[in-house]
């Protein structure tokens, strides 16, 4: 199977973008230890990272039937109903992942509309959480016979 992994608006980025907070690793680097931590359970992902509201949701609309998505939306995780509403029509689990601990930072960062819908939530694990994010998947997955 193929386990979708979407980065929303400005963790292209990653590597160069307040890096006190998330980070040296860039994008592809996120990206290449997803490709791994996939390979090493069995799939395969595909990766799509994108600043615009509209093409996220298309992505998730193309990818819906997908084993599962690893979605880091961003500052969009605390605004859009759109993608939420997105992420609703997919077939399988919806991994919220975030770099840094959300909770402990600004109060407008505590408000997820996806976590709501999502199977597990990881913040502040750094870029190993998109590891555990698709360790879950592929968990979930076996453990449904998939
Ligand atoms: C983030 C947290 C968001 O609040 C922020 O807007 C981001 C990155 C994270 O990975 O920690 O862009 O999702």
């Known amino acids: 199977g193929v386990i979708a992994v979407l980065n929303g608006p400005n963790l292209n980025l990653l590597g160069e973008r307040e890096p006190h907070i998330y980070g040296a690793e860039t994008l592809a680097d996120v990206q290449e230890r997803c490709r791994r931590a996939a390979d090493a359970a069995g799939f395969a992902v595909e990766c799509r990272q994108s600043n615009h509201e509209g093409a996220l949701i298309d992505a998730v609309q193309e990818l819906r039937h997908s084993a599962g998505f690893v ?6 995780t605390h605004t859009s109903i759109a993608l ?18 959300v909770h402990a930072r600004e109060s407008f960062r505590h ?16 870029t190993l959480g998109y ?5 879950t ?3 979930r ?3 449904a016979g998939g």
Request: net charge negative.
């Open 71 to 76: 979605v880091n939306l961003g500052a969009y």
């Open 84 to 101: 939420r509403d997105a992420l609703a029509a997919v077939s399988g689990p919806v991994i919220e992942v975030h770099i840094s601990n």
């Open 111 to 126: 408000l997820s509309y996806v976590a709501p819908l999502a199977t597990a939530v990881i913040a502040g694990c750094g």
């Open 131 to 135: 590891e555990f994010a698709i360790a």
């Open 137 to 139: 998947i592929a968990a």
């Open 141 to 143: 997955v076996h453990l």
